[in-house]
């Protein structure tokens, strides 16, 4: 199975779980990782994880016109979502505000199958060692689907 990391980033922080991700499961499949700008097509991914930032309250426009772009292509594909923010601190609080702004936007973009999502607390160009577990994990459980 080929694998496809495609984020944006605006201080690293996704960008570094993004290559995280691509190292934890490298060595049980073909993977690339890539910022959405350098991406032009999804020939050949089977599995597509698309990461990206919240910044005031919504995912990053680069990451939600991209997804809008490749419509089509993404309507074959299996998809999986990670989101990095602040918001994710405020518990229970936050869960339904992340879901309906932070993490909706994204699936109403995806026309193909969304076979996980993922929230991750992370810093401003930083994110904790328990994150980066976290992703790992996740990461490389999604090559069971
Ligand atoms: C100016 C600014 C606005 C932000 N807005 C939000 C927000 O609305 N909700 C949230 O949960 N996190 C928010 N964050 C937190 C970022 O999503 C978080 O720091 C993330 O790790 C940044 O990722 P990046 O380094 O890949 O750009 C904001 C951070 C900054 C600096």
Known sequence: MKVCIVYDSR???TEKVAETIKEAIEKYTNVE????????TFKGC??????????????????LEFLEEH???????????????FAVAFGNL?????????????????PGEIIDTLVLKGG???????EIEKAKRWAT?????
């Open 94 to 110: 936050g869960r339904w505000h992340i879901q309906n702004h932070y993490i909706k936007p994204l699936m109403e973009r995806i």
């Open 46 to 63: 089977e599995l597509i994880i698309v990461g990206t930032p919240i910044y005031y309250e919504r995912p990053l426009k680069s990451i």
């Open 11 to 13: 201080h690293g922080t």
């Open 124 to 130: 401003i160009g930083n994110v904790s060692e328990g």
């Open 141 to 145: 459980g999604l090559l069971d689907f």
């Open 71 to 85: 419509s089509s292509e993404l309507e074959e594909k299996k998809v999986a979502i990670f989101i990095v923010c």
């Open 33 to 40: 990782v890539r910022r959405a700008s350098e991406v032009a």
